[in-house]
T-cell receptor, first 117, second 111 residues
Framework: DTAVSQTPKYLVTQMGNDKSIKCEQNLGHDTMYWYKQDSKKFLKIMFSYNNKELIINETVPNRFSPKSPDKAHLNLHINSLELGDSAVYFC????????????????FGEGSRLTVL | GEDVEQSLFLSVREGDSSVINCTYTDSSSTYLYWYKQEPGAGLQLLTYIFSNMDMKQDQRLTVLLNKKDKHLSLRIADTQTGDSAIYFCAERSQAGTALIFGKGTTLSVSS
């Protein structure tokens, strides 16, 4: 069973369209994240949710809207797609921050490659 | 703000040791991590070190932490072609819950 799974793996779409990427984790973790990896492989945190509550919202255009229906799912909806949105989007999850022997490591999905034409 | 710096490329010959260096800024970081990303794949945790440790060894991997200089290194002994990948250093501070990643070091191993 895949621990953190994202769909779709590949997404090719036209500028101006709206698209969603879904993420599910079966690790029982409390916190989920979206990271963006650009063409130079740089990874930046976009959002973090803890038990369905938004706790990190980095400087991301408000065309990006995360939604967490329950703590095992975190979806990313993107409106009015732009060329610069082309990237690989990674979902990740972790148990709550490091404490009581928990290292706070993140478990990553395989990524969703978004190409905007 | 928090920032993690790494050199972008390292090229070694098979059988040599590889050393990937990283500097970080948040002195309150409790754990520091090394992740590996193979082409077309997600990130996998390689190893981590707790901030009260100076060194951690795990088979071919050795992590050294210099808290005073905020410097972290990953040494891979007897580097193999299968070690070719991007290696990311990451810190996690007490203030936040997300990991802050460096830009990644692309390790190229030639036979």
């Amino acid at each position: 069973d895949t621990a953190v799974s994202q769909t779709p793996k590949y997404l090719v779409t036209q500028m101006g369209n709206d698209k969603s990427i879904k993420c599910e984790q079966n690790l029982g973790h409390d916190t989920m994240y979206w990271y963006k990896q650009d063409s130079k492989k740089f990874l930046k945190i976009m959002f973090s949710y803890n038990n369905k509550e938004l706790i990190i919202n980095e400087t991301v255009p408000n065309r990006f809207s995360p939604k967490s229906p329950d703590k095992a799912h975190l979806n990313l909806h993107i409106n009015s797609l732009e060329l610069g949105d082309s990237a690989v989007y990674f979902c990740a999850s972790s148990q709550d921050g490091p404490s009581g022997g928990n290292t706070g490591e993140l478990f990553f999905g395989e990524g969703s490659r978004l190409t905007v034409l | 703000g928090e920032d993690v710096e790494q050199s972008l490329f390292l090229s070694v010959r098979e059988g040599d040791s590889s050393v990937i260096n990283c500097t970080y800024t948040d002195s309150s970081s409790t754990y520091l991590y090394w992740y590996k990303q193979e082409p077309g794949a997600g990130l996998q945790l390689l190893t981590y070190i707790f901030s009260n440790m100076d060194m951690k060894q795990d088979q071919r991997l050795t992590v050294l932490l210099n808290k005073k200089d905020k410097h972290l290194s990953l040494r891979i002994a007897d580097t193999q072609t299968g070690d070719s990948a991007i290696y990311f250093c990451a810190e996690r501070s007490q203030a936040g819950t997300a990991l802050i990643f460096g830009k990644g070091t692309t390790l190229s191993v030639s036979s």
